[in-house]
């Protein structure tokens, strides 16, 4: 009895199934009944599947049970369709569920707002389900979740329409992409094959290079073997009181031999290390010319004569003129009463002032200046007319010598600088690149004498 009891539950539910399909109004009598709801709580597959199938048919054939059944039969229905989505139940029971609430929804699209206010997780369970074989019912259910209207609804299908005309887009580009793919690794193995075809030949060549070297080996130790037999056959002719003597002499050109070639390469390494030292002291003279040339301008820029702004040409004047009487043609200047001509008389009185108080100024300047190059080129000038210091007189060393103790002092440290510098090393001597303990003499020594010279002045 056991064993037919579902066979007989089976036969049970057609029977059912085509009553009410042939009366409808049966179909209310079967929703408000208790026992549907405790029959769907079942854990047997077959019967929970055959239950919810029951729910889905009544509303299919009776789209108006819906609405009159009360609010507690509803929401017991609708949890325990929720349920069976989230407990990880069978599959197949998971995907009948998921039908009768897309069948509920289609019959009473009110429920939709149910499904969003009071199960508010049912998108996150039908992502549980992916994968599971009942896909397309997954997405129907979705796509009323989201959209909550018949229309929005439409217009989701519209959607997939597009998303399956993209799909296939893909596809056909994914088509075309495996093609170039395919295309592009035939390719590689040919330039590969071509790589290996090389290597083959190369390993070819170093073989036959190497037999080369072997045979020419093998031909060397031939014909030292032929001159030794020869040797020995002349040996074997000669006397035996010349046999040290042409001993001797075969080892004294074996000795010359031996030395021109020992000699032959000292000399090239000698020649080497000389070539390298001249290369060295070419690169030394290189860098003293080009700090020396860099000297020079420097010396040659800082003895520029200071020139004064130039005047303005006829032309220039002429252009000037023409373009203030233009300006004035084109703003009018306005009448102004003697209140403002005096206001503007004063602001021009008070600039005019300052000019001439900066001018004055630059002109005092310009004096000093011109009074130090004065100076400066006396200076050249005796220094470039003074005797040398073997003939040099009691009157010269007086013109020469100077009442000055800071001018004497620096003229003295720069004797000695030049003396140090004249014994000192190539590499000493480009102290103002480096900045070395030369050049801050030398600065000191220029600033003492600009000092003085100001003094002086």
């Given at each position: 009895m056991n064993e037919n009891l579902p066979e007989l539950f089976s036969q049970v539910i057609d029977s059912l199934s085509n009553l009410y399909s042939i009366y409808p109004d049966l179909v209310g009598v079967v929703s408000r009944s208790p026992l549907l709801c405790k029959m769907l709580i079942t854990d047997d597959i077959k019967t929970a599947c055959k239950i919810i199938a029951v729910i889905s048919q009544c509303c299919r054939i009776n789209r108006t049970v819906l609405p009159n059944l009360p609010e507690e039969v509803t929401v017991s229905l609708l949890d325990e369709l929720v349920y069976k989505l989230s407990s990880r139940c069978h599959p197949e029971v998971a995907a009948a569920s998921c039908?009768?609430?897309?069948?509920?929804?289609?019959?009473?699209?009110p429920l939709l707002l149910t499904y969003t206010n009071r199960y508010k997780g049912l998108l996150f369970l039908l992502n549980r389900?992916?994968?599971?074989?009942?896909?397309?019912?997954?997405?129907?259910?979705?796509?009323?979740?989201?959209?909550?209207?018949?229309?929005?609804?439409?217009?989701?299908?519209?959607?997939?329409?597009?998303?399956?005309?993209?799909?296939?887009?893909?596809?056909?580009?994914?088509?075309?992409?495996?093609?170039?793919?395919?295309?592009?690794?035939?390719?590689?193995?040919?330039?590969?094959?071509?790589?290996?075809?090389?290597?083959?030949?190369?390993?070819?060549?170093?073989?036959?290079?190497?037999?080369?070297?072997?045979?020419?080996?093998?031909?060397?130790?031939?014909?030292?073997?032929?001159?030794?037999?020869?040797?020995?056959?002349?040996?074997?002719?000669l006397p035996a009181r010349q046999v040290d003597r042409h001993m001797e002499g075969v080892e004294v050109?074996?000795?010359?031999?031996?030395?021109?070639r020992w000699r032959g390469r000292r000399t090239r390494e000698s020649f080497r290390e000389q070539r390298e030292s001249l290369a060295r002291n070419r690169s030394a003279r290189l860098i003293q010319r080009c700090v020396r040339r860099w000297l020079e301008r420097r010396r040659r820029r800082a003895a520029r004569v200071w020139k004064g702004p130039t005047g303005v040409s006829a032309e220039r004047r002429r252009q000037l003129v023409e373009t203030i009487q233009q300006e004035r043609r084109t703003f009018v200047p306005r009448e102004l009463d003697e209140e403002q001509l005096a206001g503007l008389h004063n602001d021009a009185y008070d600039r005019l002032k300052r000019h001439l108080a900066v001018t004055g100024a630059t002109r005092h300047a310009e004096t000093r200046r011109e009074a130090l190059l004065a100076a400066m080129e006396t200076d050249s000038q005796l220094l470039l007319t003074a005797p040398h210091c073997s003939n040099a007189s009691p009157d010269d060393q007086q013109t020469y010598s100077s009442k000055s103790v800071p001018i004497a002092t620096a003229a003295k440290k720069n004797h000695k600088y030049m003396v140090a510098m004249e014994t000192a090393p190539w590499f000493k001597k480009l102290w103002e690149d480096d900045g070395g303990c030369y050049g801050n003499d030398i600065v000191d020594i220029d600033k003492q004498l600009k000092v003085e010279s100001i003094n002086l002045f």
């Open positions: 039908r009768a609430l897309y069948t509920l929804a289609q019959c009473h699209p389900w992916d994968g599971r074989g009942f896909q397309p019912d997954l997405e129907n259910l979705r796509d009323l979740l989201d959209v909550q209207s018949s229309r929005t609804a439409e217009l989701q299908e519209v959607d997939r329409a597009a998303a399956r005309i993209q799909a296939t887009w893909r596809s056909h580009r994914s088509r075309v992409e495996m093609r170039r793919v395919d295309r592009a690794i035939a390719t590689l193995q040919r330039s590969f094959r071509t790589k290996l075809d090389v290597k083959e030949r190369r390993r070819e060549q170093e073989h036959l290079a190497k037999e080369l070297e072997n045979q020419l080996l093998a031909a060397r130790r031939q014909r030292i073997r032929r001159f030794h037999e020869q040797q020995l056959e002349v040996l074997e002719g050109r074996a000795a010359t031999a031996i030395q021109s």
